[in-house]
């Protein structure tokens, strides 16, 4: 189904998601804040036999749990720019993601639902004979009734750009289940409210080419993505509207960083390195 919502005219999208009706279909069981999946009017789709309704995950601001260490009612535009970085860069990882002022709940952030194939997960836990061929192992465990499990990941490009975008957006919460497929066999990445702090906080499940060189398409891009950034000043591009100074120049140092080692981080021990739970 669908191309409609992740692929094709993201332009014309995020023009439809910024400005059409939305009615809330439900909330999201399992969300940490007010998650709620909307049905997007489209006027501009006249076809009658159109069974390809567009729809949309909206986080208001006034739903969004306080946490220590983010200020409040700033992860749904942390969204929006790590959206927004992802499309500078063109690497198209993340779903279309825009902010509104005029939700159904008032300001948040609106963001095209993936229709995800979760038959083919791209992060997953399995037992140890079970890792598809070519996998990256992050992790070894057990579980309650001993049986040993292990947390693993595909080794794709796409895979390795949201993990790239993750370091240098310095996302804290990188779980498995934040990486979904979509019909057309791409992982896109969700959830990303807990990113750009100026603190270290990466927390990922995608750990398997840690210590490994940066492709070297990624590298150029890191650089491209450099020049960008330093040669316009941060409220001349969409993008910097949505984080602060700080946040800013913080990321500006974790792209010049990443991109002159040229390789994938360890994890560190300042901080925990996996999101919890991992999944
Ligand atoms: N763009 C999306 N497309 C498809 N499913 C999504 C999308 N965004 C969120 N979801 C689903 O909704 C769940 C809750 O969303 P999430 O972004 O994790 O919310 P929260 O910020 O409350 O943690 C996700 O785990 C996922 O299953
Ligand atoms: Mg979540």
Not at 86 to 111: K, N, Y
Not at 153 to 178: F, Y
Request: proline share 9%.
């Amino acid at each position: 189904m669908t191309s409609k919502t992740t692929e094709g005219d993201p332009q014309g999208l995020a023009n439809l998601l910024a400005q059409a009706d939305l009615t809330v279909e439900g909330q999201l069981s399992g969300a940490s804040n007010a998650t709620l999946l909307c049905w997007v009017d489209d006027r501009r789709n006249d076809d009658p036999l159109s069974d390809e309704p567009i729809r949309c995950v909206y986080k208001p601001k006034r739903g969004e749990r306080p946490l220590w260490d983010f200020p409040t009612g700033t992860l749904g535009r942390r969204e929006v720019a790590t959206y927004l970085l992802a499309e500078l860069i063109g690497w198209g990882s993340i779903p279309v993601t825009v902010w509104r002022e005029d939700g159904p709940f008032g300001p948040g952030m609106c963001q095209a639902w993936i229709e995800a194939n979760s038959t083919r997960p791209a992060v997953d836990v399995v037992t140890p004979r079970e890792v598809p061929e070519g996998w990256r192992v992050v992790l070894e465990a057990q579980t309650y009734d001993g049986q040993d499990v292990v947390l693993a990941h595909e080794d794709s490009e796409e895979l390795q750009r949201i993990a790239v975008l993750d370091i240098i957006t310095n996302n804290a919460d990188r779980k498995g289940g934040h990486v979904l497929r979509t019909p057309l066999g791409n992982p896109q990445g969700i959830d990303h409210g807990l990113a750009f702090h100026v603190e270290p906080k990466l927390r990922t499940v995608l750990w398997g080419w840690a210590g490994e060189p940066l492709d070297p398409a990624i590298l150029r891009d890191l650089k491209a993505l450099v020049s960008i950034l330093e040669d316009r000043p941060q409220h001349s591009t969409e993008f910097g509207h949505y984080i602060s100074e700080s946040e800013y120049s913080a990321l500006l140092g974790r792209i010049t960083h990443l991109h002159d080692t040229g390789r994938f981080p360890d994890p560190g021990p300042e901080h925990p390195a996996l999101p919890w739970p991992p999944m």
